[in-house]
């Protein structure tokens, strides 16, 4: 039996497929939108439609970002002979927090992970590859502590130590399986300064 309209339930299921989204907070949320006034309904789904279409990777490390270059890229006062690898925008931003980071970065939006079928060719891999045939000192594999994180800073050490580039490897401060995004800002700068040659 339904119990609600067949559109609530259509937007109860919509919101329940987002990440971390149960279905109990999923009616809260469909609850809640069906009592917002029109106008303000359509702004938040003009939001995610602008975000959607408009946000795109930066060509030069797959950041997401609003521009063709993004602004960290285009600051010509940073180390551009310096990348630090990362697995997601928001590690990016969590090092940015840090302020204390003036190389740049390279986002392979994701990690090498053979148990869900996710391999060296789904991640920005090829691209910093590309990158690499420019002028660069140091690489820093900034990958989570995770059995994925591990498995792709391995991967990329074995495939850039032939080029004669620098890897390094953040410590391992960072606790095992943490998300970069929710380790404070002293242990991400730990970890980056007492980085460790591959
Ligand atoms: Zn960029």
Redesign the pocket.
Known sequence: MDLYSGYINKLIEALASLPGIGNKSAQRLAFHMIHMPVEDVQRFANTIVEARTHVKY??????L?DDE??????NLNRDHKTIMVVETTRDLAAYEKTAKYDG??H?LHGAISPMLGIGPNDIKLKELMVRLQEDVDEVIIATNSSLEGETTAMYISKLIKPTGIKVTRIASGVPVGGDLEYIDEVTLLRALEGRVEL
């Open positions: 930066c060509k030069s490390c797959f950041t970002t270059i993004c602004p960290i890229c285009a740049v970065y986002v």
